[in-house]
């Protein structure tokens, strides 16, 4: 018999009313039939079925025009593709005489066969890869060595074209990575349970706290609540809630001298102050008591800082010192001098003391002093000079 053009392949999409899957072509024998499925969900492809277990050849075998099996073991699912093709069995049965007839009826198979492998083997090289046969012909066209082909992705290069390319790294590192997931997934149900456990403990806990606090006068606690203590009520059977106190305001005094105070040469002077830039005891007294920062009763601790800039004079030394009561000897006093910077620079002097122990009446000044040979001006303004007093408690 003729062998007419083929391509022993075809698929099946599977529907609600599929009962039977048919090949579109000529078949010798049902174990040259290939048949493999597409899980139409998760794409996932099976291993080839087997005839007789999971399905028979019903109909069609030896007809050009194709054939008929049944699913028996294998279920039918719909949106899965069946994919049937044929691998014809390369042998030969016939032995021909050395002599004699050849009678169409012996060789007729034998030719017919060679055209189906033939037609096997022309479909099955449709779908390998290979060179285009436009880019010339100095590509190697030699695979990779066993061990490295492990690398090998396909990389669409436009087109619906595809190249060869080889993964950079560890091409296992997909496999370490999809065992790190699992172990990451056993974990994590590990973390859900101890999440569990941890949710039924605080159920408990819950409970327990309740029956406390029925037991030992406490107060309901909603989040209304946040940021109280508790402390013991006025009957002193219980407990209420308190709003939990802020750190105490601040308290102090800053001042600076709006204008420039001319001193004497070689003299030691206490530096007045005009301008008050906060005060929240009644600190300084700028009608009486210009030069000086008075400690307010109920004060015990105290913090003082200053600052003094002098007129440009590159001659003798400038000094700032801080006085309590009028000396210079006290604990944690604070003072000293320097040499003149340059003529064409202000001498600038400061100091922050040390927390300094105070009583009801104590008062502080700055006193300065220069030997430049001439009067000079410690300087005028808020960025020139300052004095302030903080209160630590």
């Not at 800053?254 to 530096?271: C, F, H, K, R, S």
Request: one cysteine or more; hydrophobic letters at 35%; proline letters at 5%.
């Amino acid at each position: 018999m003729s062998v007419p053009p083929q391509t022993p392949r075809n698929q099946v999409e599977i529907t609600g009313s599929t009962v039977t899957v048919n090949w579109l072509w000529y078949l010798e024998a049902g174990e040259d039939l290939v048949v493999v499925v597409q899980d139409g969900t998760t794409k996932a492809i099976s291993d080839p079925l087997v005839e007789g277990v999971d399905y028979s050849v019903t109909s069609g075998l030896g007809n050009n025009g194709g054939g008929t099996i049944t699913p028996t073991g294998y279920t039918l699912t719909a949106g899965d593709i069946w994919t049937l093709s044929r691998n014809t069995l390369i042998d030969r049965e016939n032995n021909y005489p050395a002599s004699g007839k050849f009678q169409a009826v012996t060789v007729n198979p034998d030719f017919d066969n060679g055209i189906r492998i033939s037609q096997d083997i022309s479909m099955e090289a449709e779908d390998t890869i290979r060179q285009d046969p436009g880019v010339g012909t100095n590509l190697d066209r030699n695979l990779p060595q066993p061990v490295d082909r492990r690398g090998i992705v396909f990389e669409d290069s436009g087109g619906g074209n595809f190249k060869i390319v080889m993964t950079e790294g560890d091409p296992d590192a997909a496999g370490t990575s999809a065992a790190e997931a699992a172990q990451s997934a056993a974990d994590a149900q590990v973390s859900e349970d101890n999440a569990k456990a941890s949710e039924d403990a605080a159920g408990v806990s819950a409970a327990e706290a309740a029956e406390s606090a029925a037991t030992n006068n406490l107060p309901d606690i909603d989040s209304g609540d946040t940021g109280k203590i508790l402390e013991v009520n006025t009957a002193g059977d219980g407990y209420d809630l308190a709003v939990l106190p802020g750190p105490p305001a601040f308290r102090g005094c800053l001042v600076y001298n709006g204008g420039d105070n001319p001193v004497a040469n070689a003299t030691i002077e206490e530096q007045p102050w005009s301008i008050t830039v906060y005060d929240t005891d009644n600190i300084f007294d700028s009608s009486t008591n210009t030069k000086r920062l008075f400690v307010p009763s109920g004060v015990s601790k105290v913090r003082m800082s200053a600052l003094i800039s002098w007129e440009m004079n590159a001659a003798g030394h400038r000094g700032i010192y801080l006085y309590k009561k009028g000396s210079s000897a006290y604990p944690g006093n604070i003072g000293g001098t320097q040499e003149a910077v340059d003529a064409s620079r202000m001498t600038i002097q400061s100091f922050t003391s040390v927390v300094i122990p105070v009583s009801a009446g104590d008062y502080f000044s700055v006193y300065i002093y220069q030997n430049s040979g001439i009067e000079l001006d410690a300087k005028a303004g808020q960025v020139s000079n300052n004095f302030c007093m903080e209160i630590i408690e």
